[in-house]
């Protein structure tokens, strides 16, 4: 079994703003046609370099969801399908948007339990347990189950995404995910951050990850404190 208690960052910083960028325009925080402020402003608000910001501003302009004006500014060009790493993590602060990230709290492969639902062709799978961030603020606590078909899981090359984890280093793309919501109970194994404490209610998710290749491949089930987080999903 493998435990780490610090936080991963997976994304260069650049592609961390665009995607923080990207989810404020999803959730309408940078509505359609509205300009940003100056870019050294910008910059100052992130903590970041200008170079730096203007390298997450062209990622935006690739994605066709800004539109930069010369002498001008730049101006938010929102449309309904915006390709981004974290386009299947449906959870967002209370007022919208917010950056992902996690902290892996344990790593390990063993006999898949038998109040797991059916999924994979293995008897065996990867438990991957996580405490979640928006902006830093923990959200909710995860268990991933990996199917050990999928190939193995080391610990030490896990991403924030582990969908982009799984495309990296394991050669897997989920295509499609199920998601199911309803209510649960904090388990005893969350950390002290995670507001919420053992046995309160919470927000809970269940969901089916489905690859192409492999079919049904991943199950996992979150547990997300509704006093910061809710469940979104935009129907266009």
């Keep these: 079994m493998y435990t780490r208690q610090t936080t991963t960052t997976s994304l260069p910083i650049y592609v961390q703003i665009s995607e923080l ?3 404020e325009i999803a959730a309408g925080r940078l509505p359609n046609g509205s300009r940003l402020p100056p870019e050294r402003d910008l910059a100052k608000t992130y903590g970041i370099s200008v170079r730096t910001l203007r390298k997450a501003l062209v990622i935006l302009e690739e994605k066709n969801v800004l539109e930069r004006i010369q002498g ?3 101006y938010v060009r929102a449309h309904t399908s915006i390709n981004s790493v974290y386009s299947m993590f449906r959870l967002e602060l209370l007022n919208g948007g917010g950056l992902p990230t996690a902290r892996v709290l344990e790593v390990e492969t063993l006999d898949k ?3 797991l639902p059916a999924f994979g062709k293995s008897d065996r799978a990867a438990r991957i ?3 979640r961030f928006l902006n830093q603020t923990p959200i909710a606590v995860e268990e ?3 199917d050990a078909s999928a190939g193995r899981v080391d610990p030490n090359k896990l991403l924030d995404s582990l969908y982009e984890f799984y495309k990296k280093e394991l050669g897997l793309w ?3 995910a199920e998601d199911y919501v309803s209510i649960g109970q904090t388990p005893d194994w969350a950390p002290a951050e995670f507001h919420p404490k053992a046995g309160a209610p919470v927000g809970y998710i269940t969901r089916f990850g489905h690859s192409d290749q492999k079919g049904s491949i991943e199950f996992s089930r979150t547990w997300f ?3 910061r987080a809710h469940y979104v999903q935009r129907l266009t």
């Design 174 to 176: 989920i295509s499609r």
């Design 21 to 23: 960028l990207i989810r």
């Design 113 to 115: 339990p038998d109040d």
């Design 72 to 74: 001008s500014g730049n």
């Design 129 to 131: 347990r996580r405490l």
């Design 144 to 146: 991933i189950w990996i």
């Design 225 to 227: 404190d509704p006093e």
